[in-house]
């Protein structure tokens, strides 16, 4: 194998045993710095945190120690430069960064930083730093897709519209109250984040290769550095396991999942059948051949890419299953996952949110729409109710009327004042009979559903607010970046 060299050219972290270096094959299968790069800046902090626990050890002087940082400060700044990336020979981020720290420190100083940790403690370490920060970038995205939702929903005030089941009209809703239907899901999405996150914010670091390390190491001040408030109680677990990262992509397959649902509810409300919405034209697109098309592809692209977050997790879920619990080289598979799931929320989320926001709604035929297909069924059913009719007949009757509207092909408010009273002569007065006009109208209807969580206009106002501040409790983690004394978000990572 060749020796690690500081000319910068080539280096291998193994290799003492083997006779011949890697061949070109393996070295090709081998290779993960065309996706792991990304984790350079973690792994410099890692890096940073590790060799001050060296010194803590007294396995640095001072000196030393002062030396390895300026050293890794230089390497983090030619990383930002772009001056220093890895070269074909790099087996993984970690190689590299290896190499680039020989080249500034020399192999005497540089090659001091390797001892008591292992790559699967590191890597293990940096995919929860890495899915930390991005949980924060995207709880805030989702916070301002609600934060957007909830003001069409303002600007909506107490438009009705058909609500469905099945897609049949099935009683009228306050399109406030349908809009944040869609808020809800999001917000959870969120609290998932946060909850994830008191789970995953425990450091591997100091786990070793898999037994712990020899050296006295202190994990719990390097944890500290690195934003994590605990180490993981068990080594092998610590470099094991990839449950946690598993529940993230969870979380973004099923925030994709929401995303879908909206997105479809968006394309038919946009049909010109539905015409209950239409899309601004930068958030829009037009057709190659149709000049009159008008095209809902953020939607589209959100329903679509959906698909793609799902497998994602399954075949994150794939890899692992079956693995021997320990380190195994499968488990590098764990982070195109991740990076594709977190690249697409955060690259969906801000156009789907343009979308969302300047999206115009025709509310005069939203009104229109809101009490046809005999949508107040339910209202006359729930009026014999309250007037003492058992509902089991209160919705037979209710039936009847449907069935007269239909074959006439009226609305329930055509009916007469005849067809109500021989319709519920049996169980009311015929003077009282008529007097259910007064719940045939869309507003009467949305103003009666008024317990907690139903759609009349005072407890969609109450609901607005409780999703408000909601959202004020969530900023509290999507606003905190999870550093330790010394970590800090590396600016680059968070345009
Ligand atoms: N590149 C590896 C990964 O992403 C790092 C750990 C490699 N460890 C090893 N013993 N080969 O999982």
């Known amino acids: 194998m060749t020796e690690s060299t500081t000319n910068g050219e080539h280096l291998a972290l193994w290799g003492g045993r083997f006779k011949s270096g890697p061949s070109p094959e393996l070295a090709r299968l081998s290779k993960s710095t065309q996706f792991d790069w990304r984790l350079a800046d973690d792994d410099i902090a890692g890096s940073r945190a590790h060799a001050r626990a060296l010194g803590r050890a007294g396995l640095l002087t001072a000196d030393e120690l002062q030396r390895m940082e300026d050293a890794l400060d230089e390497l983090q700044r030619r990383v930002d430069s772009g001056a220093f990336t890895p070269i074909e020979d790099d087996e993984d981020e970690a190689t590299a960064l290896e190499r680039g720290l020989l080249q500034i420190a020399g192999d005497e100083l540089g090659g001091k930083l390797r001892a008591g940790r292992s790559r699967n403690d590191q890597i293990a370490a940096l995919i929860r730093m890495w899915l930390r920060r991005h949980s924060r970038i995207i709880a805030k995205m989702l916070l301002g897709l609600a934060s957007t939702l909830i003001e069409q929903a303002e600007k909506a005030g107490r438009t009705v519209m058909p609500g469905r089941t099945h897609m049949q009209h099935a009683q009228p809703v306050l399109l406030a109250h349908q809009l944040m239907a869609h808020v809800w899901p999001l917000l959870r999405d969120v609290e998932r984040l946060s909850d994830w996150d008191k789970r995953i914010d425990a450091s591997p670091y100091g786990s070793g290769a898999l037994a712990g390390n020899t050296l006295g190491l202190e994990p719990v001040a390097v944890a500290r550095e690195l934003g994590f408030s605990k180490v993981t109680a068990n080594s092998i677990d610590g470099t094991a396991s990839r449950d946690l990262v598993a529940e993230f992509s969870f979380i973004a397959a099923m925030t994709g999942v929401d995303l879908s649902r909206l997105s479809e ?16 034209d930068a958030y829009s697109t037009g057709s190659s051949i149709m000049p009159q098309k008008k095209n809902p592809d953020i939607a589209e692209l959100a329903r679509g890419k959906s698909g793609r977050l799902i497998g994602d997790l399954t075949g994150l879920l794939t890899t692992l299953k079956g693995l021997p619990t320990a380190y195994a080289r499968d488990l590098q598979e764990d982070k195109e996952a991740v990076f594709d799931q ?23 035929r939203l009104e229109a729409e809101a009490p046809t297909g005999f949508a107040l069924a339910t209202d006359i059913a729930e009026w014999l109710v309250k007037n003492g009719v058992p509902f089991r007949h209160a919705h037979e009757l209710s039936g009847a009327c449907v069935k007269i509207a239909e074959d006439r092909g009226q609305e329930l408010w055509d009916l007469t004042d005849e ?23 869309t507003e009467g209807s949305v103003s009666a559903r008024n317990g907690k969580g139903g759609t009349s206009p005072l407890r969609v106002r109450e609901q607005i607010a409780a999703a408000k501040s909601t959202i004020e409790q969530l900023r509290t983690f999507a606003n905190s970046i999870s550093d330790g004394p010394a970590y800090k978000t590396p600016e680059s990572l968070l345009k």
């Open 419 to 441: 067809n109500f009273i021989s319709v519920f002569k049996d169980f009311l007065p015929a003077e009282k009979a008529p007097q259910v006009r007064e719940v045939l109208s």
């Open 342 to 364: 977190v690249d697409t929320l955060e690259v969906l989320l801000p156009a789907f949110t343009g979308m969302v926001g300047t999206m115009v709604f025709d509310k005069e």
């Open 265 to 280: 509810e968006i394309i038919i409300w946009n049909t010109q059948e539905f015409a209950f919405v239409r899309l601004d």
